[in-house]
């Protein structure tokens, strides 16, 4: 819904508070797409060193643990040697399943001395590459993002004309009305996909916050107005939104302090006609009837007046509006009736609009008994058909019904309301009434905190105020507002419909309306689609609570992601401890054991395990290299020395020889000052 034409959405990227986790938690840095997999890459790399980090702990202590003096066998040594080298699981696993295939018959218990360590090599595996693939999730919280609010501005719909040069209809009434069509149609087809239970998010119904906003619906409500009046007295419709949350439901990011709750109640009924209506002529003459719902109508002697259903009329619907506003418990100039006692009851709290329905020449193929359809007139048709084997005519009739009504009313009440979710709901909320004065009787819920809580209120109020007001509906949609015009035939029929059809449409107008406001948040916070459109009339926020409000909208956004500056902070803080540990512990614990004297056999295999010193060994056990720093990682020979190649004379028992040439028995006589004697008569018994 976000990329249909409106201008651009500026992002806020970097550092911001995201109120729905908190002040702490909620900490929040947003990076374009291509920056957070970048992010993420990384973090998933940092997340595979620290694995290797821990792996090299576990292998320290536990070869401390196994350490001991005396005699071993091989199984043990190579194990220890597996321990001091494996620089990760992957390796440590792989030569501890080949180390316990090679001794499983020849060490005693094998298995159960290799078990230990391969399960701590698996579990370093496995959990490692789960962490490493669900890492991004601790700190990666979704596309939630912060609009920019730059360019925060609102369309002036009220607007006095008599100090302006311009022609109000070019100036004014031009752009503010393609602008409120956009916005509509843009909520319908936004409804109509996304307020379904099969709504997806590649419907981009996973642009707001929220992807819907809640309604409940009584079908079995009382009459709105005076008995009278209504078609049935239990059997009305009452749609309330509940309490919707600026932050939770609108997207408004803010601390609680700075919340407040809305709520739109409409209360609607078919409306009777009898004693209501009387027949007249059009303006070009032809037979009409009159509609009256006022004691002193405001216009002529009629509340609205239709032509009569003409067979050659267009087959569809038309829907017309007349509505009543009152403020400061007055109608005001945009009303175009003025209610009757039993349609007001003398109330001033809510609008008063009426919709009258006309089906025209549409026919229904079965009778429809919706109290505002009302399709029980019968109408014989009959059609001719040919039967051209026989080439005879047959003449086929059936029934269809129309419209009793020329136009047919519904009668609804139009209720808003405002809160102060930090106060009781007893004492916190505004009364229900009309969205021009909500926002006066919210002074004392909000404590007149003109500048702060208030102001909020008030720029929310100009938001969702005349661009998306309810009536507006179908007068931008027509009978596209209608659900029952989906099942409408190509000769012009209307299929079958249920008998509270007129509840399923005002619940849709309802949705689109609310649909509406979530989409008029983003555009007032972005600015207008065509801001050189209407350059007179835009308005900028003014108090600084409302410049807060323009740059605290949130949206969703596929181009960007959000990143939780604390699990940021958490995986990078124990993965350097991990890391710091991990390249300080054998230091440490060499320094600390050479300055107490303690487990010292531990440390010299610890290190004497490492490849380079088991190289060392081998090439000093044949007489190879003067060498240094014997108990280090790295020793070393003497300046210029060389050593010996590999001699493979015999490919299945290769050994370190001083030149390959040599025979055995002449390495031997070199070996006789530095080699043992139980290893001179291991080489020769070989031999």
């Known amino acids: 819904m976000g990329s249909n034409g409106e201008a651009p959405v500026q992002i806020q990227t970097g550092l911001w508070i995201n109120w729905s986790r908190g002040p702490v938690y909620g900490a929040t840095i947003t990076l374009t797409r ?70 499983r018959r020849r060490a005693r218990n094998a298995f159960w001395r290799l078990l230990l360590p391969f399960l701590i090599a698996l579990a370093c595996v496995v959990i490692g590459t789960l962490a490493s693939v669900f890492s991004s999730r601790i700190t990666d919280i979704g596309s939630e993002v912060l609009i920019g609010g730059d360019n925060c501005t609102a369309i002036g719909t009220y607007v006095d004309f008599a100090d302006k040069e311009s022609d109000p209809y070019e100036a004014y009434l031009v752009p503010v009305s393609m602008q409120r069509s956009f916005q509509i149609e843009t909520a319908a087809n936004y ?22 906003l809640p309604i409940k619906m009584d079908m079995n409500a009382g009459c709105p107005f005076n008995s009278s009046l209504c078609k049935s007295q239990d059997q009305n419709l009452i749609l309330d939104t509940g309490y919707l949350d600026s932050h939770v439901h609108f997207g408004i990011n803010s601390a609680p302090k700075d919340r407040f709750l809305y709520r739109r109640v409409l209360h609607c009924a078919p409306l009777v006609t009898e004693g209501h209506r009387f027949a007249t002529r059009d303006q070009y003459g032809n ?33 017309h509006v007349v509505p009543a506003f009152y403020e400061n418990g007055r109608l005001n100039r945009l009303s175009l009736m003025n209610p009757s006692l039993e349609l007001s009851q003398g109330r001033n709290d809510s609008e008063i609009l009426l919709f009258f329905l006309s089906s025209n020449a549409l026919d229904f193929n079965t009778k429809t008994e919706d109290p505002w359809y ?5 109408r014989n048709v009959s059609t001719f058909l040919t039967d051209s084997s026989t080439n005879t005519t047959v003449v086929q009739n059936y029934t269809l019904y129309q419209q009793s009504e020329p136009a047919s009313p519904l009668g609804c009440r139009l209720q808003d309301q405002y809160c102060n979710p930090n106060k009781p709901l007893d004492v916190g909320c505004s009364p229900l009434g009309t969205i021009f004065d909500p926002i006066m009787r919210a002074m004392k819920p909000f404590d007149e905190d003109v500048e702060g809580l208030l102001a909020r209120v008030g720029w929310f109020t100009y938001v969702i105020g005349d661009m998306v007001a309810f009536h507006h509906v179908p007068n931008v949609l027509g ?8 099942r409408i035939t190509s000769d012009g029929v209307q299929g079958n419909l249920p008998n509270n059809q007129w509840m399923l449409d005002m619940q849709y ?39 807060a409000m323009c740059r605290s909208q949130k949206i969703n956004s596929k181009d960007h992601a959000s990143f939780s500056l604390v699990g940021i902070v958490i995986v990078f803080s124990a993965g350097l401890l991990f890391v710091v540990i991990s390249y300080s512990l054998d230091p440490l614990m060499a320094c600390l054991q050479r300055r107490r004297g303690v487990a010292e056999y531990r440390r010299l295999e610890w290190s004497t395990n490492g490849f380079l010193q088991l190289q060392r060994l081998g090439y000093e ?58 290893y001179r008569d291991r080489i020769i018994e070989h031999k």
């Open 621 to 678: 056990t044949v007489g190879q290299g003067t060498w240094s720093n014997a108990d280090g990682d790295v020793p070393v020979t003497k300046r210029g020395e060389v050593l010996a190649q590999l001699d493979t004379r015999d490919p299945r028992f290769p050994r370190v020889g001083r030149f390959a040439e040599e025979s055995v028995q002449d390495q031997i006589s070199l070996l006789t000052d530095k080699a043992s004697s139980g």
């Open 34 to 103: 291509s920056d957070a997999n970048t992010l993420i890459a990384f973090i998933a790399f940092f997340v595979a060193w620290v694995g290797t980090c821990i792996w090299r702990i576990i292998c320290f202590a536990l070869h401390y643990a196994l350490s001991s003096k005396g005699e071993q066998d091989g199984l043990h040594r190579q194990q220890q040697a597996i321990l001091r080298n494996a620089s990760e699981p992957e390796a440590g696993l792989r030569l501890i399943a080949m180390v316990f295939w090679a001794w």
């Open 287 to 319: 037979p009409a009837t009159a509609y009256v719902y006022e004691d002193q109508p405001m216009r002529s002697n009629y509340t609205f007046v239709w032509g009569n259903t003409s067979t050659y009329s267009h087959p569809d619907y038309n829907i």
């Open 191 to 212: 409804a109509l996909q996304c307020y379904s239970d099969n709504g997806t998010t590649e419907l981009g119904c996973d642009y707001f916050v929220q992807r819907r």
């Open 509 to 547: 107008w309802l949705q689109i309306n609310l649909a509406s406001m979530q989409e008029a948040a983003i555009i007032i916070a972005t600015g207008p689609s065509s801001p050189g459109q209407a350059p007179l009339f835009t308005v900028k926020p003014k108090r600084a609570a409302e410049r």
């Open 374 to 378: 009302n399709a029980v007139r019968a």
């Open 479 to 486: 009978s596209h507002a209608l659900l029952s015009r989906r």
